[in-house]
């Protein structure tokens, strides 16, 4: 019988002091600039993140060439770098795109047929622009060898003469809608299910109400908006499917950088609160659930490392340790949030509470990603369940 689990150097998992330096230095940047009332200041701005932060986050962290190949004028990192900088992005709840568009849209960019996006893919790597980058709500229709871009597409049709490509249709939940310059779309074409590329200058906005204000989202509404392709019928289910995999990675990483937050914060909090002459962490109950969080966090690590690993070296073999991370660093993000907002009692019910924020990025990231239910669902399907 064939084994799905793909197989890689134990070594991956070993620590490595690179990493642990790229850590701290992201670290030192989002302590003294993302604490948690920036954050939320931040995420209540126009544009729904700090444009100083962004900056700084390109500048200083280069976090836009951090995994382009040096060819195109990256650093040639992998996806594991990839993985410690959004454990700690994660972690300090960035509003800021990093995900969507220093990782999903340059990566996009950089898988393009051919060399007309290279401008758009500098002015991307240094954050001069922003890219979005939507890729649906089924699993199927991006798989390799599908050729239906239904339900990938949404409702966008893209046609084409001799000279432009038009696309007519609605986007729906794209993520920074609004603050996104540049959309990446996937679309129904004459030959085939496409990728392409659209200003969102084009589009009509509308906004929609969120649960998790640090990730806007908005539906792009588009009527005979010029366009250009960006991955033709040819190549559509490999490039979508590859970023569909390198998204799950960078969520299941974020959460588990949340889950190690909220542990930290919650730790603090029941060493510091004190009931009946002692702190309520001394209580075995206490104890117990914080117990919990922490096996949780130590298997989101070792989960959402690994599918970083074997993604990065084995991307063709990556899918099933992907939906492993997915599901595990999912359930471990939300029970952390949901525990965090009862150990702090009260007040971890209220709004202004950094355990509310968590809360909501959880709750959001399900609704814009897909719950862990589904990939246990395929998981289930890999291995022949």
Not at 23 to 36: C, T
Not at 184 to 210: D, Q, Y
Request: net charge negative; glycine share 8%.
């Amino acid at each position: 019988m064939h084994n799905p689990w793909p197989e890689s150097d134990p070594a991956v998992m070993a620590p490595v002091e690179e990493h642990e330096e790229l850590r701290r230095v992201v670290r030192s940047v989002l302590v003294k600039y993302a604490d948690h009332d920036q954050v939320r200041a931040a995420a209540d701005t126009e544009v729904g993140y700090s444009d100083d932060l962004w900056r700084r986050l390109n500048q200083d962290l280069a976090v836009g060439h951090l995994t382009m190949p040096e060819d195109r004028g990256g650093h040639g990192f992998g996806v594991r770098e990839l993985a410690v900088l959004l454990e700690e992005t994660g972690a300090a709840l960035l509003p800021e795109p990093v995900l969507v568009s220093a990782v999903l849209g340059c990566h996009a960019l950089a898988a393009a047929d051919d060399d007309e996006f290279s401008e758009l893919l500098a002015a991307a790597m240094a954050g001069h622009r922003v890219v979005t980058v939507s890729l649906g709500g089924q699993e199927a229709s991006t798989m390799p060898g599908s050729s239906s871009a239904s339900g990938a597409a949404g409702e966008l049709v893209a046609t084409h003469d001799s000279r432009t490509w038009r696309l007519n249709g609605v986007a729906h939940a794209v993520l920074q809608a609004s603050a996104a310059d540049v959309a990446i779309l996937p679309a129904s074409g004459p030959e085939g299910p496409v990728l392409v590329a659209v200003e969102t200058a084009a589009a009509l906005t509308e906004p929609r109400a969120v649960v998790d204000l640090t990730r806007r989202r908005g539906d792009l509404r588009f009527t005979d908006a010029s366009a250009r392709l960006l991955v033709g019928p040819g190549r559509y289910a490999d490039v979508s499917h590859r970023l569909r995999l390198l998204s799950q990675v960078g969520v299941a990483a974020e959460h588990t950088g949340i889950v190690a937050a909220l542990l930290d914060r919650t730790r603090a909090y029941v060493t510091e609160r004190h009931q009946f002459g002692r702190p309520i962490g001394s209580f075995q109950a206490i104890k117990h659930r914080l117990a919990d969080v922490l096996v949780d966090l130590e298997r989101a690590r070792s989960a959402s490392r690994y599918a970083a690993a074997v993604l990065e070296e084995d991307p063709r073999n990556a899918e099933l340790a992907v939906a492993v991370a997915s599901a595990v660093c999912g359930d471990g993000a939300l029970r952390a949030a949901h525990e965090a907002v009862q150990l702090h009692g009260g007040m971890g019910f209220t709004w202004e509470h950094p355990a509310h924020y968590y809360l909501r990025r959880v709750l959001g990231d399900e609704g814009l990603f897909g719950p862990s239910r589904e990939r246990r669902a395929r998981i289930a399907e890999l291995v022949g369940v």
